[in-house]
């Protein structure tokens, strides 16, 4: 698996997703931005979403697919992993889990938006933060960025102008590019390496954030 080449950000507004049903029609996910682009279910690199889960009930299963987990809207969830409890219930804090393991889920108190990750174990290495205040990450060539804004605005700075998200609106940055990020709110930020690029991994280069 390739990654795009040369720097740039692309806008990914929250008004043109539309929601389709899970793969196990449990409930409805909206698709932020996948690689490679226009993927299916079965042949995704990554794929970023938002779920919507109105009731209780199993989550679909991913072969080979790793998992990062954000509550963003709702009280959270008592998932079951693999027969083992995983207490969902602080918003904005990123949880990692197999795709693969059986998954269930029973809502705290009512329906939730969660911000899913989902990446291709031995392909690709995605990091999920959720930054507030400012964050100036660089994207090397061959990683991607995806900023999306999970509460209140956010602003991508590059030289020049200004790129405004709305909430859940979502950018998609590839280096090389330096890429500063600006929010009174929180926004994810979702680092992405392809092992088939050539590169070993992401390496330690968390956002550095400022309140």
Do not use: H
């Amino acid at each position: 698996m390739g990654a795009p080449s040369g720097g740039g950000i692309r806008l990914l507004r929250a008004a043109d997703r539309t929601a389709t049903v899970w793969k196990n029609g449990g409930g409805v996910t909206r698709e932020i931005a996948a690689w490679p682009e226009g993927a299916g279910m079965d042949e995704f690199g990554w794929r970023v979403s938002l779920a919507e889960v109105a009731a209780d009930g199993p989550f679909s299963a991913f072969p080979g697919i790793g998992r990062t987990l954000t509550l963003a809207e709702g009280a959270g969830m008592d998932l079951t992993v693999g027969g083992v409890r995983r207490l969902v219930d602080e918003r904005y804090a990123p949880q990692d889990f197999p795709g693969d393991e059986p998954t269930d889920c029973r809502l705290l108190s009512g329906p939730v938006v969660n911000f899913n990750v989902m990446y291709r174990r031995g392909a690709v290495e995605a990091r999920t933060a959720v930054v507030r205040g400012r964050s100036d990450p660089t994207v090397a060539p061959g990683e991607m960025l995806l900023v999306v804004a999970l509460e209140g605005p956010a602003v991508l700075e590059r030289p020049g102008d200004l790129v405004e998200l709305f909430p859940y609106d979502a950018a998609l940055v590839t280096g090389p590019l330096d890429c500063p990020v600006r929010t009174d709110g929180r926004a994810a930020v979702v680092r992405l390496a392809m092992y088939g690029a050539g590169r070993r991994g992401l390496g330690r280069q968390d956002p550095k954030v400022t309140a």
